[in-house]
């Protein structure tokens, strides 16, 4: 059975910093791209910032550039979206995502909320 777990999202004050962290199982990890997607009510879903599956490539939204950055641990199943210098505008709820044509998977979270707010 495929999970992927969220954690780390909730409250912070604008100018701080989260780091979400997603746990995969039930799939064959290494060959899949990651990425971590965020979605305000009532507007589109949003690809924050994604990885290759080796790790040496990454990208990410002009509007998290510089203050996201996202990493993978792949012995750990893990990858991880650290976000600083958070801004209202940032308030989401962030999902992970893992995708691989090769693999012929596409999975999601379930969902995490990040609110940020003075």
């Known amino acids: 059975q495929v999970q992927l777990v969220e954690s780390g999202g909730g409250l912070v004050h604008p100018g701080g910093s989260l780091r979400l962290s997603c746990v995969a199982s039930?799939?064959?990890?290494?060959?899949?791209?990651l990425a971590w997607e965020r979605q305000v009510p009532g507007k589109e879903r949003e690809l924050v910032a994604g990885?290759?599956?080796?790790?040496?490539?990454?990208a990410y939204a002009p509007s998290v550039k510089g203050r996201f950055t996202i990493s993978r641990d792949n012995a750990e199943r893990t990858w991880y979206l650290q976000m600083n210098n958070l801004t209202p505008e940032d308030t989401a709820v962030y999902y992970c995502?893992?995708?691989?044509?090769?693999?012929?998977?596409?999975?999601w979270g379930q969902g995490i909320q990040v609110t940020v707010s003075s």
């Open positions: 995502y893992a995708g691989s044509a090769m693999e012929d998977g596409d999975y």
């Open positions: 990885i290759t599956p080796a790790g040496d490539s990454t």
């Open positions: 039930g799939f064959n990890f290494s060959p899949y791209a």
